[in-house]
């Protein structure tokens, strides 16, 4: 499994780099944000599976990050522990009450921080709220969006996986495919930033399978920007000889070795005004078929 992303934000110099060498040593990986609008570009870019963040920052309040956070559909699934000075009642319900998943104060025992952080990770990965690997919602976030644009007017649902992804896992191995997965995650976010809404959703449905929730008039051209933007990107994956020849040697069925395309994007679209639906299940199996015929036509 990959390593948990954890973000502190902290204005103490001396706190962050204690919290990041500490949580560095305990197997996560661990990036600082020293004001709250750093802290919300760096949580827009990276998606952590949990922030670590204080109340008391110098620009904007610890309580304005987490309400952003909440209020932001692209985010409003990360865990947020509070860690302030702040030990009055009234703080710590107000900070819940934003929808923090806990709240510590200083000083602090940093091994019970630590069982804090598992404790808020374990909960969310076994209430399938993120997946493990992307920190992109899952599982049941996924379900409950399916259920809320269902009965909305205008939307287009998107069922994208990558081609030829067993065939890379195959050549390169375990490690290089979690990369293109992470590295997937961050694509197709810095694109729904450039072409998508606001209001986007992104989810990971599992293994290399992903889904955005869009408005039906933007969704065609964010297919378009997607697959090209991958298509470009996902290039520095493979060694310099695969370049260059233009393809890989993986295993076919039958344990030969058979010329294999580089990695690209099948991406499957249904809106409202292309089909009606009565079910999610409905909803997923019509995109699933759209993918699987992009996926054919792509092949030629």
Same mark, same amino acid.
């Given at each position: ?34 004001? =709250?609008? @750093? ?6 870019? =990276? ?49 819940? @009450? ?13 091994? %019970? ?11 969310? %990965? ?37 081609? $030829? ?6 050549? $390169? ?29 992104? =989810? ?33 994956? $493979? ?7 233009? $393809? ?36 997923? @199996?019509?995109?699933? @078929? ?11």
């Amino acid at each position: 499994m990959s390593k948990a992303r954890l973000l502190i934000v902290e204005d103490d110099v001396d706190i962050a780099n204690m919290l990041r060498l500490f949580f560095k040593s305990q197997g996560y990986d661990v990036d600082v944000a020293m004001r =709250g609008s @750093e802290a919300l570009e760096k949580t827009r870019q =990276g998606l952590p599976h949990l922030l670590v963040l204080d109340i008391m920052l110098p620009d904007i309040d610890g309580y304005e990050v987490c309400r952003a956070l909440r209020t932001n559909i692209r985010t409003s699934h990360i865990p947020i522990l509070f860690l302030t000075q702040k030990d009055e009642r009234s703080d710590k319900l107000k900070g819940l @009450e934003l929808g923090a998943d806990d709240y510590i104060t200083k000083p602090f025992d940093i091994e %019970e921080l630590k069982l804090r952080v598992q404790n808020a990770l374990a909960r969310a %990965e076994r209430e399938s709220l993120t997946d493990p690997q992307s920190g992109l919602p899952s599982g049941r976030l996924i379900e409950d969006q399916l259920r809320k644009v269902i009965r909305q007017p205008d939307w287009a649902f998107m069922d994208i996986r990558i081609n $030829y992804f067993d065939a890379f896992r195959d050549v $390169y191995g375990l490690i290089a495919a979690n990369d293109v997965v992470r590295f997937t995650a961050m694509l197709l976010s810095e694109v729904v930033d450039a072409v998508g809404t606001p209001n986007d959703f992104i =989810g990971h449905a599992g293994g290399d399978n992903f889904v955005i929730f869009t408005a039906s008039q933007v969704a065609p051209r964010l297919k378009e920007a997607l697959k090209q933007r991958f298509g470009e990107a996902v290039l520095s994956h $493979y060694n310099f000889i695969d370049r260059q020849q233009g $393809y890989i040697l993986a295993p076919g069925r039958g344990g030969e070795m058979v010329k294999t395309p580089f990695m690209s994007l099948a991406i499957g679209v249904v809106t409202p005004a292309t089909h009606s639906f009565t079910d999610i299940r409905e909803i997923t @199996e019509v995109a699933a @078929e759209e993918r699987r015929r992009d996926a054919l036509l792509a092949a030629g």
